[in-house]
């Protein structure tokens, strides 16, 4: 592999990269999460009768929030101005995925006019918003599982467009 970690330096050490001199780009990054839970959870999200509320709203909120604040949580990342964060939540029912599983697809598109990318931003806003689905329905579902938190397309800067 002969590329280099960007946030080691020569001695081995953590850093935060020095993205002064880079130029600034517009950037778009999309990632994607999906909890899984039982049937009946699901019916209360998609009925809109679970009892603390308007779960997929709150956690389209929740995933805004995180992308703003991601730089608090991840300790090498540059806080962004971001210029863009869309988060849609998609409920998956019987019968609509191969492996079976029901639950709420989450895909997050966060963007940048910046020095460096948004991706951390949009990978956040996925997990938080999954998070945030399990909290508003731990209660009558503590076995809900998150899984596939990924980035799904990035575009800007240097290296361009990056696609799964």
């Known amino acids: 592999m002969s590329e ?9 050490d953590v850093r935060m990269v020095d993205v002064s001199a880079k130029p600034d780009t517009e950037r778009i990054a999309v990632a994607e999460g999906f909890i899984s839970m039982k049937p009946e959870t699901l019916e ?6 679970a009892a603390k509320g308007d779960v997929l709203a709150c956690a ?4 805004v ?15 962004l101005n971001i210029t863009k ?3 849609e939540c998609t409920p998956v029912f019987a019968g609509e995925r191969s ?19 948004i991706e ?25 599982e998150i899984m596939d938190v990924r980035l799904l397309k990035k575009d800007g800067g240097k290296t361009g467009l990056w696609q799964r």
């Open 4 to 12: 280099q970690l960007t946030h080691i330096d020569e001695k081995g």
């Open 44 to 49: 209360l999200i998609a009925t809109g009768t």
């Open 60 to 63: 389209r909120v929740a995933g």
């Open 65 to 79: 929030m995180a992308a703003k604040k991601t730089s608090d949580l991840i300790p090498m990342c540059h806080p």
């Open 85 to 87: 964060a869309k988060v």
């Open 99 to 117: 492996d079976g599983r029901v639950g709420i697809h989450i895909t997050t598109t966060c963007g940048v006019t910046g020095k460096t990318g």
């Open 120 to 144: 951390m931003e949009a990978l956040t806003a996925a997990s938080v918003a999954c998070l945030t689905v399990y909290d508003m329905c731990k209660a009558v579902d503590r076995g809900m």
